[in-house]
């Protein structure tokens, strides 16, 4: 009735390979991703708030096109900012109530791989939409063709900055009273970078300066955030697990 | 296969054990029992990995291992109170992402057979939030019987299970036992296994 494993080999268990990183990478971003997809509702309520953040200023503002104009990129990249942030707390600390964590932290795959995973999963849920999203919404704004491109490339290689250095404020909150809020004060002071460089993009465009100084600054920031935050969050993890 | 020497935990600034030694061979399970409170939780997190000890040593096979050390993930599995389940994912796909977590290659239709074993297939198909205690329960015991572990660690196991549900865990235990694994499990009520297998811990 029971099945039972055939082998019983307790003496030689495979060691991890090097394909594990990939293997857990490829778990944890699967997973994520199905679990998104099961409460869509969720995901549909942090774009409609990115929307609404979005829409809001010109109608509190001016309706002035030029200043429209200027302020916009900026609007733009705080919003985005706000939206990614409204999803971070849940990242870890579904998993950490549910008791998956712990079985995520004494997987035999290498926990920056699995975290990278759940990484990943958090920019294509919350981040990539975002980007997708900003060039209709840059037209509020009256945000001229060329300005919108750039600032979209930006967007493109800011929001996984967002994503990966929120994912480490997540882990530092995890099991923390009023978690939401400290998360926060954590990230949001370490976003200021990207936010300068991102939507100064658009103010290089226009002073005919060229994307490329921005964009390869945030590229640059993209890769140490890629190298970085995957072991700084399993660090954290393993902190908050003892 | 696993020693404990002196091991002392602590909670907070009061001592739940301390000068705790204790190994267990391979075939082997041991009970660990105590009154609510004496640390049988914190013995398995430590010997699982997920903590470390406030003074003493855990050692499997012959080596002494630190909290989240590669040998322990490669060979432990460690049931705790939280049933590690999404309310959101069926039964079976919750039991598949927990059996490839492990890193072990299951052919898809194991899943289906394991949750046969335990009387879940008709609930295969339903989202984890559906099922009751028990039934959680019995999918953490599909799990285990497709582990091809040698350690097994389990935190009271028979909460809210029925009497054909201990049975079944019995059934795998003893079956892990006969294959050369050794388990830990912390109870209240010790099962009845063969007494040559056993070894019991009182925590107090």
């Known amino acids: 009735m029971i099945s039972e494993p055939t082998a019983a080999t307790f003496q030689a268990t495979a060691p991890a390979s090097d394909s594990g990183a990939w293997a857990g990478v490829r778990w944890a971003l699967a997973r994520d991703l199905r679990l998104a997809l099961r409460s869509r509702a969720e995901l549909g309520v942090q774009l409609l708030f990115y929307v609404i953040v979005v829409s809001l200023f010109p109608l509190a503002s001016t309706p002035e096109r030029n200043q429209l104009a200027l302020m916009g990129p900026g609007v733009l990249w705080v919003a985005a900012l706000l939206a990614s942030l409204l999803s971070l707390p849940r990242l870890f600390a579904s998993d950490y109530a549910d008791g998956t964590l712990e079985q995520i932290a004494l997987s035999p795959y290498p926990l920056p791989a699995l975290v990278s995973g759940k990484m990943i999963a958090h920019w294509l849920t919350t981040g990539l939409p975002v980007v997708i999203l900003a060039p209709v919404l840059g037209l509020q704004y009256g945000i001229d063709g060329e300005a919108m491109a750039a600032l979209a490339a930006a967007l493109l290689i800011g929001t996984p900055i967002l994503s990966l250095l929120g994912a480490i404020g997540a882990a530092l909150t995890l099991g923390l009273r009023g978690g939401g809020s400290l998360l926060a004060l954590l990230v949001l002071p370490l976003c200021v970078p990207v936010l300068i460089f991102g939507a100064g993009t658009v103010d290089a465009v226009h002073a005919g300066l060229g994307v490329t100084a921005n964009l390869s600054l945030l590229g640059a920031g993209l890769l140490v955030a890629i190298v970085g935050a995957p072991l700084a969050a399993s660090a954290a993890v393993r902190i908050a697990l003892d | ?204």
Not at chain 2, 41 to 63: C, E
Not at chain 2, 98 to 104: P, R, S
Not at chain 2, 126 to 139: C, D, F
Request: net charge positive; charged share 20%.
């Open chain 2, 1 to 204: 296969m696993l020693e404990a020497i002196d091991l002392a935990a602590r909670r907070g600034s009061s001592h739940l054990f301390s000068s705790l030694s204790f190994s267990v061979e391979p075939g082997c399970a041991m009970f660990v029992t105590g009154a609510n409170g004496t640390g049988k939780t914190t013995l398995l997190r430590i010997l699982a990995g997920l903590g470390a000890p406030f003074a003493g040593t855990v050692r499997w096979r012959g080596v002494d291992v630190a909290p989240f050390a590669q040998t322990l993930r490669d060979d432990v599995a460690y049931c705790g109170h939280l049933p590690a389940l999404k309310d959101e994912l069926t039964a079976e796909e919750n039991l598949a992402a927990l059996v490839t977590l492990t890193g072990e290659s299951v052919a898809a239709s194991k899943f289906r057979d394991a949750l046969a074993s335990v009387a879940l297939e008709r609930q295969a198909r339903l989202p984890a939030r559906a099922l009751s205690q028990g039934q959680r329960r019995r999918l953490g015991l599909a799990r285990l019987s497709l582990s091809r572990r040698p350690l097994w660690l389990l935190d009271e196991p028979a909460t809210a299970l029925d009497s054909a549900g201990i049975a079944l865990l019995k059934r795998l235990l003893s079956g892990h036992l006969e294959r050369g694994g050794c388990a830990l499990v912390a109870t209240h009520q010790p099962l009845e296994l063969p007494a040559n297998e056993v070894r019991a811990l009182s925590l107090s």
